[in-house]
C-alpha cells in the first residue's frame, strides 16, 4: 500500500483583532487538519512568507508604510515550530502517525509587540507534509 496524506481544509486566518500599541506578548492560534493512511508516519514543517527555517516571521501593512510585526509559529507544547523537517530528521516540525481519520494539529503564533501605525497586517506560511 501507498502511504498518503493530505491537507482537508484550508486552516483559518489567525486574527489577532484590535491591539493596543502597549500590548505584549499577543497570541493566536488555528488548526491543521490532515487525514494520512493508516500506521503512515509523517511531519508537518511550517514556513513564513520570508522563508525563515525557524518560524519566525514578519507581517506586512495594508498600507503604505515601513513598520512590520514579528511573530513566532509554536507547537501545542510550546516548541518553535518552522521547517527544518527533513526525511531523517524530525528537526523542529511536529510529527504523528495517520490513523486514517483527519487529525487536527493547533498552531500557535506569539507577537512581541504591537506598537505600530495603524493598519492590517498579514503574512502567509506555507505548509509543508513529508510523509
Not at 13 to 39: E, F, Q, R, Y
Not at 55 to 63: Q, S
Not at 72 to 89: F, H, I, K
Not at 105 to 120: G, I
Request: overall charge negative; some cysteine.
Amino acid at each position: 500500500m501507498v502511504n498518503e496524506c493530505k491537507i482537508i481544509a484550508k486552516p483559518t486566518d489567525i486574527n489577532l483583532g484590535n491591539i493596543a500599541a502597549s500590548a505584549t506578548n499577543i497570541k493566536g492560534s488555528t488548526s491543521i487538519s490532515l487525514k494520512c493512511t493508516n500506521t503512515a508516519p509523517y511531519t508537518i514543517g511550517l514556513v513564513p512568507s520570508n522563508d525563515s527555517v525557524d518560524g519566525v516571521g514578519v507581517m506586512t501593512g495594508t498600507t503604505p508604510n515601513s513598520d512590520v510585526i514579528p511573530y513566532q509559529l509554536q507547537s501545542a507544547d510550546g516548541r518553535t515550530w518552522g521547517n527544518t523537517v527533513t526525511a531523517e530528521s524530525l528537526g523542529n516540525g511536529v510529527a504523528g502517525e495517520g490513523n486514517g481519520t483527519e487529525q487536527l494539529h493547533t498552531v500557535y503564533v506569539t507577537v512581541p509587540n504591537s506598537d505600530v501605525k495603524p493598519a492590517n497586517y498579514f503574512d502567509t506560511v506555507t505548509i509543508r507534509v513529508n510523509y
